[in-house]
């Protein structure tokens, strides 16, 4: 049987480690990080990441400074927002919560975001630096790193192994397999145009699922005692629930766990992770702004 790895408990320990932190700023430099959280519109699934992130922020003693714009708000408003925010030395990290209407290019939005309170990790100097051997960005992107630190925190060396990541997308795929490189694995991608993708995540000592498919990993894919770390949130119809759905991974949980020798649940594995390397981020941000 697997070892669960706890997400929500190490989050927690990243938690108090960042209140830590904060309390330590406030006393010693009278500095109170500050986090932008910008949300554009109504999306429901947008806003219930909007409030988590804010309370989370509440939590740990890091201000959240909430801007909330209108659906149809102009491309060049939404500019000069994220410009207004640059300025702003309160202000250490700035997230834009996506995706934005269809009317807004996201990379362009993203672009105008000052590389140093870039705490999303998603500005393309920050993806190039992560991509070259021997330069580091200034953040990383927040679910790859939480991904690695459930890895090291669990006590599972990446040095060395065979990795596989499911899945190719900017925000989870590439940056992990981008990050398990400069930590040295052998990393390979596998994703919807690879033939056979069992095949070769049955080598794989490191499996980070990324691909956003319910349950589509099975217990004979994986190498016995590998680890396993599951980014995906998907819904399934279960009448069981009050909801009338569940939420599960693109593992299956319950042939994988027979199998693998660390794996993350869904919910309660990656997710808490991400929002705990957002405040951490953050806190780095401010620290970087004494130093200086």
Known sequence: MAQIIDGKAVAADIRREVAADVAALSSAHNLVPGLAVVIVGSRKDSQTYVQMK????????????DVDLPEDISEAALVAEVHRLNADPAVHGILVQLP????????????????????DGFHPLNIGKLAMKGRDPL??????????????????TVKGKRAVVVGRSNIVGLPVSLL??????????VHSRTPNPESIVREADIVIAAAGQAMMIKGDWI??????????????????????????????????????????????????MTVAMLLKNTVDGAKRGIVQ
Do not use: Q, W
């Not at 309370?55 to 003693?61: D, M, S, T």
């Not at 934005?100 to 705490?119: A, M, R, Y």
């Not at 953040?139 to 599972?156: A, I, N, Y």
């Not at 398990?180 to 991608?189: G, H, Q």
């Open 139 to 156: 953040f990383l992107p927040c679910t790859p790193k939480g991904c690695m630190e459930l890895l090291s925190r669990s006590g599972v």
């Open 223 to 272: 190498k016995p005692g590998a680890a396993v770390i599951d980014v995906g949130t998907n819904s399934i119809n279960d009448p069981t629930r009050k909801s009338g759905y569940r939420l599960v991974g693109d593992v299956d949980f319950a042939e994988v766990s027979k199998v693998a020798g660390h794996l993350t649940p869904v919910p309660g594995g990656v997710g808490p």
């Open 54 to 65: 804010r309370k989370a922020c509440a939590e740990v003693g890091i201000r959240s400074v």
């Open 180 to 189: 398990l490189l400069k930590a040295d694995a052998t990393v390979s991608i």
């Open 100 to 119: 934005l209407p269809k009317h807004i290019n996201e990379e362009k939005i993203l672009n105008e975001i000052s590389l140093e309170k870039d705490v």
